[in-house]
Structure formats: C-alpha cells, structure tokens
C-alpha cells in the first residue's frame, strides 16, 4: 500500500528522513521511493504503536500529539 496525499504530508516524512541520523544520508531517490511507500495510520488515544523488544518491520514517523512512557528512551 502506497498512498499518501498532499505536498504537506509528504514534506513532513521527508523533513522528519533528513533529520534521522540513521537515514540522512540516503540519496534523493532513496528518499522520494520512502516517501512515495508511506501511508497513514492512525491510532487512538493510548493504543501502542510499538512495544519495547517488538521485531521491527515498519518504519513511523509520528505527527500530533505522541508520548513515550517516563522509562522508555529510543534505541539508536
């Protein structure tokens, strides 16, 4: 599935790419393909996204309102 409308959502994924360390670096076309493959989804109010020790298959960029509980720090 690979749909997200409006310039400004899609420049938001872009800003929030070239301000990941890990991603940064990629070329503009690595980058345009991301961005092209993203789409929403949302979540209610207190639903997890992510657990801790979770295996990674998705890539999120949160926009809104988001939090992380007190003990939670990101894995880089």
């Known amino acids: 599935m690979c749909e997200l409308d409006g310039y400004r959502?899609?420049?938001?994924?872009?800003?929030?790419i070239m301000d990941n360390n890990f991603l940064?670096?990629?070329?503009t076309t690595q980058v345009r393909e991301i961005v092209d493959c993203v789409y929403?989804?949302?979540?209610?109010?207190g639903?997890?996204?992510i657990k801790e020790g979770?295996?990674?298959q998705h890539f999120y960029?949160?926009?809104?309102?988001?939090?992380?509980p007190s003990?939670?720090?990101?894995a880089f």
């Not at 940064?24 to 070329?27: A, G, I, T, V």
């Not at 929403?40 to 109010?45: G, I, L, Q, S």
């Open 24 to 27: 940064k670096n990629l070329d």
């Open 47 to 49: 639903q997890f996204v």
């Open 61 to 68: 960029v949160a926009a809104g309102q988001s939090s992380l």
């Open 71 to 74: 003990d939670a720090s990101p």
């Open 54 to 56: 979770d295996p990674g």
């Open 9 to 16: 959502s899609k420049q938001v994924i872009r800003d929030a």
């Open 40 to 45: 929403e989804r949302r979540v209610k109010t």
